[in-house]
């Protein structure tokens, strides 16, 4: 029987929801198939108040073996360091963390928030949320740069707002046959089976990037990168091969990406459906890593070679 505890901090328990929604398996099939005892976890505790508080004291005492610990929201360490700001319990809610990080076998980060600081740790920061080994994207956050579970791994980021089910799924059943170890990260904790690609990668409207065709109203076809704010380009994650619901993704239902797996969620991707653009009409930030001058160059050429088929009404010959 393997023991998981799951924490919830600066939350809308949106990763909670999207976790209790997965398929193929379910939650009961998960459970079953991988025996594992969900000793603790706030929204679907069987008990509450003191008696859900006093379950946890056995895992953070080392009395009984926690497999793996599963952190759900920042950490809110204010004001002045206290933690005061979110108390679980009588405590504050970072005791918990800190106390079930050192004695757990396996650390994962659920939601941009635990990853990153997300939406909790957005400027001004009044309650100096953070992340739980990033703040944003420098190392350190809660636990810090140097911080090991007893597996002998960082913390594992699951980013997202919310996380897709699946990549929580995959990574628990890695962890739980003990090969725990063969998970590669990337530069920020990810995996990189779920982060290795542009969300852009596989992008319904990707033939209209080639060639530069944007869409100017959420109705239009056309890319929405140029014009309507898409952060697919710069944004890892398999949201467009991985589709939610085993149906769609945001910019398969025409909405642009928001880049909410990146580090800088929300922070350096606001306005989220607008492309902030330089005095040269080019977007600031661009995709693919390329230069500016390369882009421009890039981008005249494909307009030029656009067929007629992909181009806007206002941009067809007459």
């Not at 497999?67 to 809610?93: H, M």
Request: proline share 7%.
């Amino acid at each position: 029987m393997a023991n998981l505890v799951w924490l919830q901090g600066a939350t809308d328990n949106g990763c909670s929801i999207s976790f209790l929604n997965t398929h193929e398996p379910d939650v009961a099939q998960l459970i079953r198939r991988f025996e594992v005892n969900i000793a603790f976890h706030p929204t679907i505790n069987p008990t509450s108040g003191p008696e859900a508080m006093r379950s946890l004291e056995p895992y953070a005492q080392g009395e009984k073996p926690l497999d793996v610990l599963i952190v759900e929201g920042a950490v809110q360490t204010g004001p002045n360091g206290t933690g005061e700001y979110c108390i679980v319990g009588e405590r504050p809610f970072k005791e918990l963390v800190q106390e079930l990080a050192r004695a757990a076998h396996y650390v994962v980060a659920i939601g941009t928030c635990a990853s990153f600081g997300g939406i909790a740790a957005a400027e001004p920061n009044p309650t100096e949320a953070t992340g739980l080994q990033f703040h944003r994207d420098q190392r350190g956050g809660f636990l810090g740069a140097d911080y090991r579970s007893k597996a002998g791994l960082p913390v594992v980021n699951i980013s997202g707002c919310p996380a897709h089910p699946d990549r929580l799924v995959h990574t628990l059943a890695a962890v739980l046959l003990g090969k725990g170890g063969a998970i590669q990260l990337d530069e920020y904790q990810r995996p990189l089976d779920f982060y290795g690609s542009l969300t852009h990668d596989a992008c319904p409207n990707n033939e209209y990037f080639e060639y530069k065709q944007s869409a100017e109203h959420f109705t239009d076809k056309g890319c929405l990168f140029e014009e309507l704010g898409c952060k697919g380009p710069l944004t890892h994650s398999d949201c467009n091969r991985r589709l939610w619901n085993l149906h769609s993704s945001k910019t398969r239902a025409g909405s642009p990406c928001m880049g909410c797996t990146e580090p800088g969620f929300p922070d350096e991707y606001v306005p989220f459906f607008e492309t902030v653009k330089t005095r040269a009409g080019f977007p600031r930030k661009l995709p693919l890593g390329t230069s500016r001058t390369t882009y421009m160059a890039m981008a005249a050429s494909a307009k030029l070679a656009c067929p007629d088929r992909l181009k806007s009404g206002k941009n067809k010959k007459k």
